[in-house]
């Protein structure tokens, strides 16, 4: 679908997907390697479909399992190597990891009280400073976007990431970027062009 228009204008389009269920939805999964689940697994098929309307020129992931999982069932569908990327990895969520939101606001009203209304500024014990996570993924987009001028490429990452980047698209205040769903398997497409980027679509 996207192939052909990319190659006309030059331009860079990323179709962001986020991984299907993991076992560990539900918490703050974070970096904590989690395997897909059987929902998630579930998932793929309607994933599968919904890519078919693409040519990709490239795919690239993260390195945690339940994004590889979701881009090898996706790579299978396009004929293309999986390029893995560990700066596509979610935020790193410290002592929260693992947690539920319903345990944290038990054990650690005060701490989640803050976050909530200090966000992104008030940091997590023991986790990846937002502001560096922010970097990190931006960073990593921007070589990828830099590397496939006039191709269309599949990011398979995570929730976290996805925000991230659509946030910096739309010009959306940090703070915001929770007002942006990411279902499992969400498909988001940005255009990227030399002097712009265009928002195609969001958590479809």
């Known amino acids: 679908m996207c192939a052909k228009h990319a190659q006309e204008t030059s331009l860079c389009t990323l179709v962001l997907v986020r991984h299907a269920a993991s076992k560990g939805a539900g918490t703050f ?23 078919s309307g693409f040519r990709f020129h490239a795919l690239f992931a993260s390195d945690l399992r339940r994004a590889l999982e979701t881009a090898r069932r996706a790579a299978r569908g396009q004929n293309l190597e999986i390029q893995i990327r560990p700066g596509l990895r979610e935020m790193h969520f410290g002592r929260w990891q693992g947690l539920s939101w319903e345990q944290l606001r038990k054990h650690e009203p005060g701490a989640t009280n803050l976050w909530m209304r200090n966000f992104p500024s008030q940091p997590i014990p023991g986790a990846e400073p937002f502001r560096r996570f922010k970097k990190r993924v931006k960073a990593e987009l921007k070589a990828i976007v830099d590397a496939n001028r006039g191709r269309c490429v599949l990011v398979v990452t995570h929730a976290g990431v996805i925000r991230v980047a659509l ?17 499992p398997c969400a498909l988001n497409v940005v255009e990227h062009f030399s002097d712009g980027v265009t928002v195609r679509c969001v958590n479809a």
């Open 167 to 183: 946030a910096e698209s739309l010009g959306m205040k940090d703070k915001n970027i929770f007002r942006l769903a990411q279902d």
């Open 29 to 51: 999964v974070g970096q904590k390697d989690e395997p897909l689940s059987e929902a998630g697994h579930r998932q793929l098929h309607e994933l599968v479909r919904k890519l």
